[in-house]
């Protein structure tokens, strides 16, 4: 998916979306309305319908940008006994509130400041850049029940993991509740539509036009800018039901991939056709012009094609 480099985060915004983060009052009460579509209490008269408003005008890149602040970030290291002694005392956020492949070993929350430096003095921590355990302090944790932050919470936070995978799971989090709050379906292609798509003309008989299906989707797919949705296209596919068409969609979105700068999936390597195939050859005397402009992408895999069939037609 998206390379994810924490001196640039992938859902860093355009320039005109960037601006000064928003008051800790107004990214608690939009990240509380986005998980509940209830209004807090705690927002002053004028917030609530300016909230309702920009949260309308903004994709998630710019939403994670405007709430960067919504708390104190503090890394520690602590060992397996500390961090059961620690779970009862914070608001779990992150992959730890998910439930999935999480680690036990590590810890991600929110707390409150005068519980922060309770445990500072009581809990056998160190500081640690790169520690197992993150604290979200702010004096706004006070407000939420229950043991597990907000769904928006959780997903803001997932979005910015140090791990590619859940950074992309909580992108795709926070993309599905604005979509939700605005009633914003989706209207464009993802790679599994496209072999699902490939797999009907398949079905047909008709292989010149799966090429075109597939040539057409991937051109389309070059006007997506916001992050989630190229990580929402790039989702792995099932099968055709044709492996040498598998391989050539996989050779084809990472051929995309490189063009538009943006890292492939794991999903889009893997082993070769034998024998050699070369999709819509009219001429045998053709084949010496078609490995010739076969992509790099494509030719390591066995499929030997021009790769201008690849573009729109």
């Known amino acids: 998916m998206l390379e994810i480099d924490r001196t640039n985060e992938v859902w860093a915004p355009t320039s005109d979306l960037r601006g000064r983060p928003w008051a800790e009052s107004a990214v608690w009460g939009a990240l509380w309305l986005l998980s509940t579509g209830d209004t807090p209490e705690w927002l002053a008269d004028h917030q609530p319908s300016r909230i309702r408003k920009r949260l309308r005008s903004l994709r998630p890149s710019g939403l994670l940008w405007a709430v960067r602040n919504r708390a104190e970030v503090h890394r520690f290291r602590a060992s397996a006994p500390v961090l059961e002694g620690l779970w009862p005392h914070l608001l779990l956020t992150g992959v ?125 797919s070059r006007s997506l800018t916001e992050p989630a949705d190229i990580v929402r296209f ?55 012009l078609a490995i010739q402009r076969t992509p790099p992408e494509l030719a390591s895999r066995g499929v030997w094609l021009d790769e201008r069939a690849l573009e729109t037609v």
Do not use: K
């Open 96 to 220: 730890a509130a998910v439930g999935v492949d999480t680690d036990p070993l590590r810890l991600d929350g929110y707390i409150t400041p005068d519980r922060y430096e309770w445990i500072r003095e009581d809990f056998p921590i160190v500081s640690d850049r790169s520690g197992n355990v993150i604290f979200r302090v702010s004096e706004f944790a006070a407000l939420v029940e229950g043991d597990t932050m907000p769904r928006a919470f959780v997903a803001a936070d997932m979005a910015e993991s140090d791990d590619r995978r859940d950074a992309e799971r909580g992108l795709l989090l926070v993309d599905d509740l604005l979509r939700d709050f605005n009633d914003d379906p989706r209207s464009w292609l993802m790679v599994p539509d496209i072999a699902r798509a490939v797999a009907d003309e398949l079905e047909q008989g008709d292989e010149v036009f799966a090429l075109r299906v597939l040539a057409n989707a991937l051109s389309a």
């Open 234 to 288: 790039l989702q792995e596919p099932s099968s055709t039901g044709d492996r040498r068409w598998d391989v050539l969609l996989a050779a084809a979105v990472a051929r995309s991939c490189r063009l538009r700068g943006v890292r492939a999936p794991d999903w889009t390597v893997g082993p070769g056709l034998e024998p050699w195939w070369f999709p819509a050859l009219i001429d045998d005397t053709l084949i010496p």
